[in-house]
C-alpha cells in the first residue's frame, strides 16, 4: 500500500510563501503523475495541480495559475508545491496523491495525513 507523508504547512500572512513536500513509499515513484489536493472546511477536496512522472509537463487549477508550482524530485520519491502569493482563500489541509492526468483526479483511494495551512488577512 501507498504511503504519502505531507509536510511544510503553517501560519502565513496574505501575500507570503510556502513550500509543501510529500514523501511517497509503498510504489514506485516515478510510474506515476503526482498531484496536490486540497480541502477548506466545509468544502469538498478539490485538484490544485498535477506533474506527469518525467517532471515536464504539468497542470493547475485555475485560481492558483501563476501563483503555485508544482515540481518533483524521483531520486527522492518526493513532490513539492512551492506557494506564493498566498491568500486567504488557500487556506485548507493539502494533500498529496498519485494523479490522473490531465483531468488532475486522484488515483489511490488512500490519503496521507495532510497538512494545513492557513493565510491570515
Known amino acids: 500500500q501507498v504511503q504519502l507523508v505531507e509536510s511544510g504547512g503553517g501560519l502565513v500572512q496574505a501575500g507570503g510563501s510556502l513550500r509543501l513536500s510529500c514523501a511517497v513509499s509503498g510504489r514506485t515513484f516515478s510510474s506515476y503523475a503526482m498531484g496536490w489536493f486540497r480541502q477548506a472546511p466545509g468544502k469538498e477536496r478539490e485538484s490544485v495541480a498535477a506533474?506527469?512522472?518525467?517532471?515536464?509537463?504539468?497542470y493547475y487549477t485555475d485560481s492558483v495559475k501563476g501563483r503555485f508550482t508544482i515540481s518533483r524530485d524521483n531520486a527522492k520519491n518526493t513532490v513539492y508545491l512551492q506557494m506564493n502569493n498566498l491568500k486567504p482563500e488557500d487556506t485548507a489541509v493539502y494533500y498529496c496523491?498519485?494523479?490522473?492526468?490531465?483531468?488532475?483526479?486522484?488515483?489511490?483511494?488512500?490519503w496521507g495525513q495532510g497538512t494545513q495551512v492557513t493565510v491570515s488577512s
Open positions: 496523491n498519485a494523479a490522473n492526468i490531465p483531468t488532475m483526479t486522484p488515483y489511490f483511494s488512500n
Open positions: 506533474i506527469d512522472w518525467s517532471g515536464r509537463t504539468t
